[in-house]
């Protein structure tokens, strides 16, 4: 019996130091896991950039099969469409945007909402809508027909993507805020028929070349490595080409894509 006080004291002791020593295993356990969180949340957000651009990539693949659907019902002709913008707003002048025009080509199309201004919005995603599109930046608020900076552009507008209906800016070439268009680059260009500006969709025999022909992008440089280069190089672009098939190119590849010109197709006077 003289024994047993001892032997509790030692048993009571070892439960102490194990206690002591597993809280210390404990916070060294958590400074091991925020290492390794530090280390793997940049891992994480940029594989999740990546699966939003190859998610990008796979919506333009789908619009391009939707573009030559058009193509074959309407006798090899692109879509008479803005550029983008709000439709139905008056910076579109009554004429369609891509996203309509190519709605009945999409399964499920655009869904939107009336908001109580009158206004609309687009409530579910579609092919249209690139996932990584957080909106434009507040220098561009207002612009494209009011569509709101830091508002994902295709809940107000419908679609992410720019359709290179216009005459393209040279910034290849010119390094100042007002780059020249450059004439017969555009697949909807606005002309002046009898005094009316009219818009008119390209034949596609007027492409020199589909494989390298920009025909449709992203509105904003929302992809991981997209930003704005020096001299408005861009690094990096989603882009659909008039082929039908989309890749992720170089700024530099891009630019010349959009810039491409198209045979002689009408002798009217070009107004954008």
């Known amino acids: 019996m003289t024994g047993r006080p001892v032997k509790l004291k030692a048993v009571a002791k070892a439960r102490k130091s194990a206690r002591a020593f597993t809280l210390v295993e404990l916070v060294a356990v958590l400074a ?24 990008c990539l796979a919506n333009m693949r789908q619009l391009g099969i939707a573009f030559r659907m058009y193509l ?40 939107s909402a009336k908001l109580p201004d009158g206004t609309r919005s ?35 507008t419908g679609c992410s993507y720019e359709y290179y209906a216009a005459n393209q800016r040279d910034y290849l070439g010119s390094s100042g805020e007002n780059p020249p268009k450059v004439p017969r680059t555009a697949l909807a260009p606005e ?5 009316k500006r009219t818009r008119i969709g390209a034949p ?16 904003w440089f929302w992809h991981l490595g997209d930003y704005v280069m020096p001299e408005n190089k861009v690094a990096y672009c989603n882009t659909l080409f008039a082929d039908g098939h989309a890749a992720r190119v170089r700024g530099i590849e891009h630019l010349e894509a959009r810039l491409q010109q198209l045979e002689r197709w009408h002798s009217y006077t070009e107004l954008d």
């Open 191 to 195: 002309v002046d028929i009898s005094g």
């Open 204 to 219: 596609l025999s007027a492409v020199i070349s589909s494989a390298r022909k920009a025909l449709l992008g992203d509105i």
């Open 72 to 111: 074959d019902d309407y006798d090899e002709q692109f879509p008479a469409a803005v550029p983008w913008g709000i439709p139905g707003s008056p910076a579109t002048k009554g004429q369609k945007t891509i996203q309509e025009i190519l709605m009945p080509f999409i399964p499920g199309g655009m869904v």
């Open 32 to 55: 091991i896991v925020g290492v390794l969180a530090a280390i793997g949340f940049p891992v994480l957000v940029k594989a999740k950039r990546n699966a939003q651009t190859t998610e």
């Open 122 to 156: 687009y409530t579910k995603r579609s092919v249209f809508c690139c996932p990584s599109d957080t909106g434009l930046p507040k220098s561009c608020d207002g612009f494209g027909g009011g569509v709101r900076a830091g508002v994902p552009v295709w809940r107000q």
